[in-house]
Structure formats: C-alpha cells, structure tokens
C-alpha cells in the first residue's frame, strides 16, 4: 500500500470517515505483487496512530508468506507458517474467501480480534443468514477450509504453484506479450493496452482480449481496467488467474500456445461497446458488441 497517499487521504477525509482500512495480500489489482512485511507493519503503524482498525483481505495469504520468505533475506529461514502467523499478528481482523488459499471449493470467513465486536456479527448473521454453525456453510464445507489453510502453507505446494505460474508468464513474454513483471503468485496479467494499441481505454482493450482468448481457446480471464474501474482506471489488465491444485504442465502449455496465437493476429482483434451495463459493479454483468474495423 502507498503510505503516503493512505495517510493523505485519512487526513482529507477525515478520521470519522474511515471506519477501517483494508489491505489486500497480495494486489490483487496490481498485478498480483506480494505485499513486503515492512508494508504491513508501516499500514499498521499508521492505522494504530489514528485508533483505525487493519483488516488483511487475506485470500491470498499463503503466496504472500512464500513470497515475503523468498524475497526478505531475514525471513528466509522462517516457514510459511511463521510468516503468516506474523503478518496476521499486525491485523485487527480479516476477510477470507477460501476459494483461493483455503484450497476449498467455496466459502470464506470474516476475522476478528475484537471478541465484542465478533458477538456482533454473529448477531447480525443470525438476522441475514443463520446461526454460524447452519449458515451459508455445511459442517463439511468449514472443516475443508480448515485442512485447506495448513495445507496452504505446505512449501512443495508453493514453490510448485509459484513455479507453475512464472513459467506461463516467461513463455509468453519471452515470445513478446506484455505482462506486469515480475509475474504474481496467483496470475498474470497481460497488458492489454500494449497488447492492443490500437484499441483506446474507451473501447475495453482488456475485455477484447478476454474474449479473443476465451473464442480462440476457451481459456477465461478477467479484465481488470476501464470495465472495472472507469475513468480511474490507469491500466487495462487481463488477469490469468491459474486455479489450485487443477493444472498440470501440458495444460499450462496449451495456455501458452493459445495466448501466443492470439498475440500473432492481434490486429484482427476490434474494439467493444457495451451494449448494457448495471448500476452498480457493472464489470460482472455487462454486455457488448463489437466494433467494426475502420474502412
Ligand atoms: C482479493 C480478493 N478478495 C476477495 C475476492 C472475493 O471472493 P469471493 O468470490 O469468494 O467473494 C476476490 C475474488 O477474486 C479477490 O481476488
């Protein structure tokens, strides 16, 4: 997280507006870069000067522990677990969808330290959802997430994962396709706007991608950019998020292959207009249309 510009904004808009702060291991929307230790601990200085909570968007917790062991000299006799175990230490409370680093097929939880606060919360569920032991969860559901987040933090699991997808990110910008480098835990991501230069931001480079890559090879991706975030969008990104534990190495080639053949026509490849878009979050249910070529 940009320091600077979390204490300028908690200045601008004042305490009382700023219930908590969030930070998300790893950016998930920059890349998929891990968060250092010395980030978490200089968020965490700033938010306990201020009487502001820190909650870790902690989805994937686990590659930013392996990450921070394979990058921070000091932690690199250090196990996953222990890193993790610190990182967590700096938080008030957290949010986990454990589809990612809980290795579990759906669910998630949200984390306190504040036991009154937690009290709470499991008030208001039972009001929206039910008691936490029969809401949206099968007792089978929450004992996978538990095994999940162990495993999680297993090191031939990591270094694996990690491996599996800096290899696809190699391949293809060794073949010239623009990604943010270096490659993240969970993803990479394609520069959309390099990849197709003759699409503006207003025409959704990444979303025309997405779909070239899903009608050439079935392969599904997310924009993240100008869909997602509109004018404040600085980056039109197509984000590669490779699943846990499903991909072997020949399904990573065929990744490969198809991005590449997509890269070799990539001048085919038209602007979009949408053609609907919700009020609200509008990236997860737009429609479009393309675009002609220019005469
Ligand atoms: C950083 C981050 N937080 C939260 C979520 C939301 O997870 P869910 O789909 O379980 O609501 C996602 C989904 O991709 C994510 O990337």
Redesign the pocket.
Known sequence: MDTARLEELIEREGRERVPLVML?ITN?SGGGQPVSMSNIRAVKEICSRRGIPLYI?A??FAENAYFIKLREPCYSDKTPLEIAREMFAYADGC?M????DGLANIG?FLGSNDDSLAQQERNLLILTEGFPTYGGLAGRDLEAIAVGLNEALDEDYLSYRIASTAYLGEHISHAGVPIVQPPGGHAIYIDARAFLPHIPPAQFPGVALAAALYVEGGIRSVEIGTLMFGQHATMDLVRL?IPRRVYTQSHIDYVVEVILEVWRRRSEIHGLKISYEAPFLRHFTARFRPLSPRP
């Not at 969808?97 to 990612?100: E, H, P």
């Open positions: 998300t998930n968007d989805c994937r949010t969808s454990a589809k990612k998630g998020a």
